[in-house]
T-cell receptor, first 113, second 109 residues
Framework: SQTIHQWPATLVQPVGSPLSLECTVE??????LYWYRQAAGRGLQLLFY??????ISSEVPQNLSASRPQDRQFILSSKKLLLSDSGFYLCAFKGLADTGELFFGEGSRLTVL | GQNIDQPTEMTATEGAIVQINCTYQ??????LFWYQQHAGEAPTFLSY??LDGLEEKGRFSSFLSRSKGYSYLLLKELQMKDSASYLCAALDSNYQLIWGAGTKLIIKP
């Protein structure tokens, strides 16, 4: 079966510190992968998506970056966090069904102080 | 621009029926999703509609009218565990999901 995991689940970071969120998928090959951010009371904002190793598309210009070093690994990074980076970050992959539904990781709650 | 509208919050009583509406405006349309999201957790898939009409799945049903840019999620026999946010998302012509802000559903005993 297909599974997705992301970590860490919760982190508190000072402004200006680096960030690394990691996401891995099992049970599928060459999945489309996504990073979303969800701010309180707002819809999911697509940050990055990837259709293959080393292929990253950025949807929103910001101080975040993404990398896909392996087929089933997707990493969200920042060199210097801003207060506005606080939020709930979700990794997702697109399922194989014709509907194209997304399966989400557990989420990572980031608080920047 | 692309836009999804759904009510911010709704309240219903345990055992009752509630309908959550969603209207969308997208560049092209390739389907409408509903997801359930409990507080602090990731969204989970509930339904997908691409053709007009009603899709029933147990206590949950989803309706789509493409001509009206409208969908609703119908929840029957409400249970306390149905307290959650319900996210509407439309798939545009590029097969990218456009998300609504979610409707927080509060169930009262």
């Amino acid at each position: 079966s297909q599974t997705i995991h992301q970590w860490p689940a919760t982190l508190v970071q000072p402004v200006g510190s680096p960030l690394s969120l990691e996401c891995t998928v099992e049970g599928t090959s060459n999945p489309n992968l996504y990073w979303y951010r969800q701010a309180a009371g707002r819809g999911l904002q697509l940050l990055f998506y990837s259709v293959g190793i080393g292929q990253i598309s950025s949807e929103v210009p910001q101080n975040l970056s993404a990398s896909r070093p392996q087929d089933r690994q997707f990493i969200l990074s920042s060199k210097k966090l801003l207060l506005s980076d606080s939020g709930f970050y979700l990794c997702a992959f697109k399922g194989l069904a014709d509907t194209g539904e997304l399966f989400f990781g557990e989420g990572s709650r980031l608080t920047v102080l | 621009g692309q836009n999804i509208d759904q009510p911010t919050e709704m309240t219903a009583t345990e055992g009752a029926i509630v309908q959550i509406n969603c209207t969308y405006q997208t560049s092209g349309f390739n389907g409408l999703f509903w997801y359930q999201q409990h507080a602090g957790e990731a969204p989970t898939f509930l339904s997908y509609n691409v053709l007009d009409g009603l899709e029933e799945k147990g206590r949950f049903s989803s309706f789509l009218s493409r001509s009206k840019g409208y969908s609703y999620l119908l929840l029957k026999e409400l249970q306390m565990k149905d307290s959650a946010s319900y996210l509407c998302a439309a798939l545009d012509s590029n097969y990218q999901l456009i998300w609504g802000a979610g409707t927080k559903l509060i169930i009262k005993p």
